[in-house]
């Protein structure tokens, strides 16, 4: 996820919201946020912790230069309804590892500047979710996580074994993991954990180490995703490395099986997810909606495919036997969803009578064929490869083929500049069935 504003410190307000105790007291955009009981604000987790309290006193500074004192009385946690323009209120830290498997390392050259910034705040793991190593906060700011007790976070792993993750990560700060994920239990901090995993390095007997080492401190790490390392076209001079094939995800598949059984006898819960490339590379059936277990690492892939095919049969079951809808549409996806959408299409288009839905797996020459998911589709690729289906009324995406909040590809196409490409509206969709579903129903 981009940051807007990294250098930015001032505490700037971008937005109020409407109802809310500073739009009630007249605080407005634009306005600067001095300090909370006279303690300078130095970041979002100081704002978060200082306005926790049932009596404040903010002092805001306005355009014209003005100090204003206001004394809020609110509920416990009560936030004032304010949103800055760096949401940090602080410059991001940036990645002080060389990991092998980094997929910004694999990007092409001349695409957008923000696209290279490699983060690993532990701030932006508390507010936004991103994963972060911990390899490049002292003690004192680890303490600060405990005493400010922010749950929860989110931390890539990769490995228990110190010498390895070292090695994996380039960085000699790099094995204190485990201790740092102790103290996290001793503290209550509750903690979500991912193993990128990359073929004769870190699976096998180091996964099993891994697992095993992760799961000694449940509940406190409550949830471990493993997802396949993924590889560009762009890795010269880079380290070489495989990813999975069908073979391997399926002996992935059947040693998480033997995981799950040996979790859910000792711990009472699976633990470990795999990520749905997996069994879309393994072409292997999705586990059941129960076996995830309220989907705690969608972010990661896991469980994705299983909760959208949910939705779409709950939505699909409201709409009437008689339904009517004569368009005509594509449905442009990753090529390791291909199977998996053209059931939903074909679910769709025997509910929904007069419906055409075909779906084009997109093969990304941007990346490489290698990169199979629909989130790293270029404006291009989606160009070049649908440019031949002239009788469509428009084309459906996974709106995670945008920049987050706009309508912008990777490689900087918009949607504007696609739907003039290709004569055709795109209607991006959110990984949600009832958003898929409304598609049909505005017609």
Known sequence: MEIKLLGEDKNIIEKVEKGSIANELGIE???????????????????????SD????????????????????????????????????????????NCIFCFIDQLPKG??????????????SFLQGNFITFTNLSDEEIQ???????????????????????????????????????KFKESGIKVNCQIVLVPGINDGKELDRTLEDLASLYPSVSSVAVVPVGLTKHREGLCKLRTFDKK??????????TKHKIFLDRLGTRFVYPSDEFYAVAEEELPAYEEYEGFPQLENGVGLMRLFLYEIEEELKKIDDNTIVNKKYIIATGTLAYKFMKDIADKVMKKIKGLDLKVVPIENNFFGTTITVSGLITGQDLISQTKIYSDYDGIIIPSSMLRDGEDVFLDDYTVLDV????????????????DFIKIFKKI
Not at 77 to 89: A, K, M, R, S, V
């Open 419 to 434: 739907e003039k490409e290709l004569n055709k509206k795109i209607i991006p969709s959110k990984v949600s069935g009832s």
């Open 29 to 51: 955009p634009g306005d600067i946020l001095i300090s909370i009981n006279d303690k300078k604000v130095l970041d979002i987790i100081d704002y978060k912790y200082l306005i």
């Open 54 to 97: 049932n009596y404040v006193l903010v002092t805001i500074q306005k355009k014209n230069g003005e100090l204003w004192d206001f004394e809020i009385e609110k509920d416990y946690d009560e936030d004032l309804g304010i949103y800055f323009t760096n949401p940090l209120i602080d410059k991001a830290r940036s990645c002080r590892n």
């Open 248 to 257: 391997s995800s399926k002996e992935l598949l059947e040693y998480m099986k």
């Open 144 to 182: 600060r996580i405990i005493d400010y007790r922010l749950s929860n976070i989110n931390v890539s792993v990769h490995t228990t074994n110190p010498e390895l993750r070292v090695k994996m990560l380039n960085n000699k700060n790099a094995g204190k993991i485990l201790d740092i994920l102790k």
């Open 111 to 124: 695409m957008r500047k923000t696209l290279y910034f490699k983060d690993d705040d532990s701030r932006l």
